[in-house]
């Protein structure tokens, strides 16, 4: 067969044949096989087609342009002439759709929007990628750095170091100089992504929630009210439905979230049953007497599903996490308190909770936290008095006597006469 006169090398998506020096035949990610050219800075390839027969195919044409090479200046592949070298941001669209298989539906999205709405604008990136230096991606992160948080700035890194892996894989590249940046640009690992909670307290809880009561709809008072009062993340509270409601055993079935009109699991993957005050069912089911009521009067039924529906979403669709985040701004302006995010509510009800002598183990099934200690580490310092009972007991032991408080001991010293003259 054609291709055993050449020493193939493991490639990404299967073995690599090299044909002659700048000339290769390789699979890629649609296990089709594709001639690759590249002569003096410049790439061009044809995809020929998959199987025995289509690597059969590749590798004669392949041996025909390796002639062409060595009589002639200029190639051509099937009398198209060869492109010049692409840009970085270039290459970041053919990347993002030959990978595109190998991810679900939300990560491609979010790769799609870094490079729509961070590398395409860059003018650093307009050049041939060879030609992106280290400094042009450390500048570029850096004033990210300034207007985004570092999360975000991790991932558009990751998004960038992606892109130079796969021009190494095809050989236009020897290394990527984007590896290692993101320690001279962040903080240290640890520290990058801490933010301090910023609850309410039960006062200014309390006056919020009078607020939301004078100037919200049902459907806004409720929502608000459910991440206060149940500890629901954003996402979770959008997707409730009111199948996984339980008002007799006054408990909510965690399964869903919501972001972007995608419904999906949550955060972990993991279902939960969520206690939930008795106040907040009492709400709970008038508030489903009043959506089948609304129901009924606009034709739609008796049954109802998603509690929060958007009325201005054609279709039942949630509300945007956009629009609760501007509800919250809203009215904390109204009520005259600083500004807090929706997961601000989740910490209102966390250290509530905590401060009122709730186990913390219980907390974290409320929360849906992965382990103790996370919770643990986010609400120490709001668990009053923890270790103090009990104190003198275990620092003294069988030496401790209860109901005993030493005086202390005072000492008087004699204070030398001194004479006093007029």
């Not at 690597?55 to 492109?83: C, H, M, N, Y």
């Not at 508030?287 to 009067?297: F, I, P, T, V």
């Not at 202390?408 to 030398?416: D, G, L």
Request: aromatic share 10%.
């Amino acid at each position: 067969m054609p291709w055993r006169k050449y020493s193939p090398r493991r490639g990404k998506f299967g073995p690599i044949y090299f044909i002659a020096k700048g000339v290769q035949v390789r699979q890629d990610s649609r296990k089709k096989w594709t001639v690759f050219i590249e002569k003096m800075g410049k790439r061009i390839n044809k995809t020929i087609g998959p199987g025995r027969e289509g690597l059969v195919k590749a590798i004669r044409a392949a041996e025909v342009i390796s002639d062409r090479i060595e009589s002639t200046d200029f190639v051509q592949v099937d009398g198209q002439p060869e492109k010049s070298e692409l840009t970085f941001s270039d290459y970041s669209q053919e990347w993002l759709e030959l990978n595109a298989k190998r991810w679900d539906e939300r990560t491609h999205e979010r790769y799609e929007e870094i490079i729509r709405l961070h590398i395409k604008p860059y003018a650093g990136f307009d050049k041939p990628i060879s030609r992106v230096g280290r400094n042009d991606i450390k500048d570029f992160l850096r004033s990210l750095y300034k207007k985004r948080s570092p999360a975000t700035v991790e991932v558009v890194h990751a998004v960038i170091s992606g892109i130079f892996n796969e021009a190494i894989d095809d050989n236009k590249l020897g290394a990527n100089p984007a590896a290692g940046l993101l320690k001279k640009i962040l903080p240290p690992k640890q520290q990058r992504n801490v933010k301090d909670a910023d609850p309410f307290t039960r006062e200014e809880r309390d006056l919020f929630i009078a607020q939301a009561e004078s100037s919200c709809t049902p459907a806004e008072q409720l929502m608000l009210k459910v991440m206060v009062h149940a500890g629901l993340r954003l996402g979770e509270m959008l997707a409730m439905r009111a199948g996984s409601l339980d008002l007799t055993k006054h408990t909510y079935l965690v399964a869903e979230s919501y972001k972007l009109k995608r419904f999906s699991k949550p955060k972990f993957g993991k279902t939960r049953f969520v206690d939930l005050p008795g106040f907040l069912v009492t709400e709970l089911y008038e508030y489903l007497a009043y959506c089948k009521k609304e129901n009924l009067r606009g034709g739609k039924g008796a049954k109802i599903d998603l509690l929060f529906f958007d009325p201005k979403e054609t279709g039942e669709w949630p509300y945007s996490q956009r629009k609760v985040q501007d509800l919250i701004k809203r009215v904390c302006k109204a009520c005259g308190l600083r500004r807090r995010n929706p997961h601000d509510f989740r910490h209102t009800y966390a250290t509530i909770m905590l401060m009122a002598h709730q186990s913390p183990g219980y907390v974290q099934k409320q929360l849906g936290h992965s382990s103790i200690s996370i919770t643990i580490d986010i609400y120490c310092h709001w668990i009053p008095g923890e270790g103090r009972k009990g104190i003198e007991e275990a620092l003294m032991g069988e030496n401790f006597v209860p109901n005993r408080v030493r005086q202390p001991h005072i000492i008087a010293y004699k204070t030398k006469a001194t004479s006093v003259t007029n």
